[in-house]
Nanobody
Framework: QVEVVESGGGLVQAGGSLRLSCVAS????????MGWYRQAPGKQRELVAV???????NYSGSAKGRFSISRDNGKNTVYLQMNSLRPQDTAVYYC???????????????WGQGTQVTVSS
């Protein structure tokens, strides 16, 4: 089984920055795409940014130019650097890890519990 744990959320003023981290634990797993999603109150969960095992990235329109996703494959960790934060970025941010066990062909999605990001105006 894979355990996914996020950290780094908090309260920040508009224009400020935060760096989220997410680490996955689980032996004998191969990690494919890693990503960040968010869910604001009353809204559906939406993609923020994803990164492939080879380093290819993809961002939502609202994140492009302000957020940067990166990963450390040796540590099974993904990061989200968030700059120029806005009040509308307020949400619970969830980490997603797509992985498969060594020797198996099927990938599964593993989610963290989420970390709250609040941006005050």
């Amino acid at each position: 089984q894979v355990e996914v744990v996020e950290s780094g959320g908090g309260l920040v003023q508009a224009g400020g920055s935060l760096r989220l981290s997410c680490v996955a634990s689980g032996s004998r797993f191969l990690f494919n795409v890693m990503g960040w999603y968010r869910q604001a109150p009353g809204k559906q969960r939406e993609l923020v940014a994803v990164i492939s095992s080879g380093g290819t990235t993809n961002y939502s329109g609202s994140a492009k130019g302000r957020f940067s996703i990166s990963r450390d494959n040796g540590k099974n960790t993904v990061y989200l650097q968030m700059n120029s934060l806005r009040p509308q970025d307020t949400a619970v941010y969830y980490c997603n890890m797509n992985a498969r066990r060594w020797g198996y062909a099927t990938n599964f999605d593993y989610w963290g519990q989420g970390t709250q990001v609040t941006v005050s105006s």
